[in-house]
């Protein structure tokens, strides 16, 4: 089984950059595809960026030309690089690996606070 774990969540101001990172057990290489999502208070949770086994990369309008997704072979892990950051943005951000098509897994989340 394949757990996801995210890490680099914090506080920051309007403006800043973070970098989520997600690693779990098992080459992030091989997995079908790898996702970030979020969910605000009071939202439904909503895809962020995602990256497949190809390296092509999809984001949300909302983030394209600030957030940038990859995968970091050193760390065998997948980041979310976040600049420019906005309080809209402010959520819970979860990782999301399918190993293979139709199945799933998600971590427990990182909390992203942008202050205005």
């Known amino acids: 089984q394949v757990q996801p774990v995210e890490s680099g969540g914090g506080l920051v101001q309007a403006g800043g950059s973070l970098r989520l990172s997600c690693s779990a057990s098992?080459?992030?290489?091989?997995?079908?595809?790898v996702g970030w999502h979020r969910q605000a208070p009071g939202k439904e949770r909503e895809l962020v960026a995602g990256i497949d086994k190809y390296g092509v990369t999809n984001y949300a309008n909302s983030v394209k030309g600030r957030f940038t997704i990859g995968r970091d072979s050193a760390k065998n892990s997948v980041y979310l690089q976040m600049n420019s950051l906005k309080a809209e943005d402010s959520a819970v951000y979860y990782c999301n690996i399918s190993p293979r098509l139709a199945v799933y897994y998600w971590g427990q989340g990182t909390q992203v606070t942008v202050s205005s």
């Open positions: 098992g080459s992030i290489f091989s997995f079908n595809s």
